[in-house]
């Protein structure tokens, strides 16, 4: 079955630094998201890609968060200068259509910034 | 303001023992309502999706249902399998999703 490959699994970064989180969609696959979780809390939306370009974001993407399509498969959230209360497992997930019709997530990255 | 509330938090079943999970929400237009399964450490996991009221889904031993303002997802005689936390979410207006905060099954054997 086709999955959202989500690369690494587990990253620590010191506080300041960028990171970025990788993500390979399901091929045939358009719309592309971004969610977290902190730990014990609700998995809450970040952004959505289409055609390239942003279709919405929420009040937790601010400036330091962006997101890029570089080639045909990878799909990239860019956080610029991590700080503690980033660290959550951030989870990417794509559509074939719009997201009405149902997400697959991948596993996830857990971000750890120290 | 849209929102998903999910009880209970928190659900210990013996195995065998149906029960049911709750999944309210308020959103300015119901465009679908989603059930997830999310094990420690994993992505949510998709299980079904409700359009309309009175439309019910079913997979092995889940079935779930829709009202004008809840969904349930039944549990008829679980197995320790089954343990993992059931999020429910709803897309508003947009293509975003609003999830709730999960109820956590653990089932024992």
């Known amino acids: ?32 998201y971004w969610y977290r979780q902190i730990l014990g809390q609700k998995v809450e939306f970040l952004v959505s890609f289409y055609n390239n370009e942003i279709s919405e974001k929420s009040e937790i993407f601010d400036d330091q968060f962006s997101v890029e399509r570089p080639d045909g498969s990878n799909f990239t959230l860019k956080i610029r200068s991590t700080k503690l209360e980033d660290s959550a497992m951030y989870f990417c997930a794509s559509s074939e259509g719009q997201g009405i019709h149902g997400y697959t997530f991948g596993s996830g990255t857990r971000l750890t910034v120290v | 303001e849209d929102q998903v509330t999910q009880s209970p938090e928190a659900l210990r079943l013996q195995e065998g023992e149906s029960s049911s999970l709750n999944c309210s929400y308020t959103v300015s237009g ?47 005689a679980p197995k320790p399998e089954d343990s993992a936390t059931y999020l429910c979410a709803v897309p508003p207006n947009t293509d975003k999703l609003i999830f709730g905060t999960g109820t956590r099954l653990q089932v024992f054997p």
């Not at chain 1, 587990?10 to 592309?32: A, D, K, W």
Request: hydrophobic residues 30%; charged residues 25%.
């Open chain 1, 1 to 32: 079955e086709p999955e959202v490959t989500q690369t690494p699994s587990h990253q620590v970064t010191q506080m300041g630094q960028e990171v970025i989180l990788r993500c390979v969609p399901i091929s045939n696959h358009l719309y592309f």
């Open chain 2, 30 to 76: 119901l465009r679908g309502l989603f059930w997830y399964r999310q094990d420690p450490g994993k992505g949510p996991e998709f299980l079904f999706t409700l359009y309309s009221a009175g439309e019910e889904k079913e997979k092995e031993r889940l079935k779930a249902t829709l009202t004008k303002k809840e969904s349930f997802l039944h549990i008829t």
